[in-house]
């Protein structure tokens, strides 16, 4: 067991698909994240979705994903493809990465 494991912490792997780039949807992620003290990252991906990974408490993951559904005003989210994994607590903060 890790230490992020063994503080109840969870990871949320979710892709989104929609309008979703160029309408700053990964700041809109990192601003969010940030508010419910989540660690991890959003990046756009080269079929136009954008991949969010982020670690933290069940409550708070769960509070983002009702943020994922919503997106910033300039977006249309068609679907939200998620999964729950186990956290590793390799990130420090929330970042918005390359392209991948």
Do not use: C
């Not at 063994?6 to 309008?19: D, F, I, K, M, S």
């Not at 601003?31 to 969010?52: C, F, M, Q, T």
């Not at 069940?58 to 068609?78: D, I, M, W, Y």
């Amino acid at each position: 067991m890790n230490d992020a494991t063994e503080n109840n912490l969870e990871r949320l792997h979710a892709t989104v698909e929609g309008r979703v780039q160029g309408v700053g949807f990964r700041y809109f992620v990192m601003r969010n994240a940030g508010i419910l003290g989540l660690s991890g990252w959003a990046r756009n991906r080269y079929n136009g979705d954008v991949e969010v990974i982020a670690e933290g408490e069940r409550s708070r993951l769960e509070q983002l994903l009702k943020a994922l559904h919503r997106g910033p005003s300039s977006s249309f989210v068609r679907s939200v493809d998620t999964r729950w994994e186990e956290a590793t607590g390799e990130f420090m903060g929330f970042k918005v990465r390359r392209t991948g």
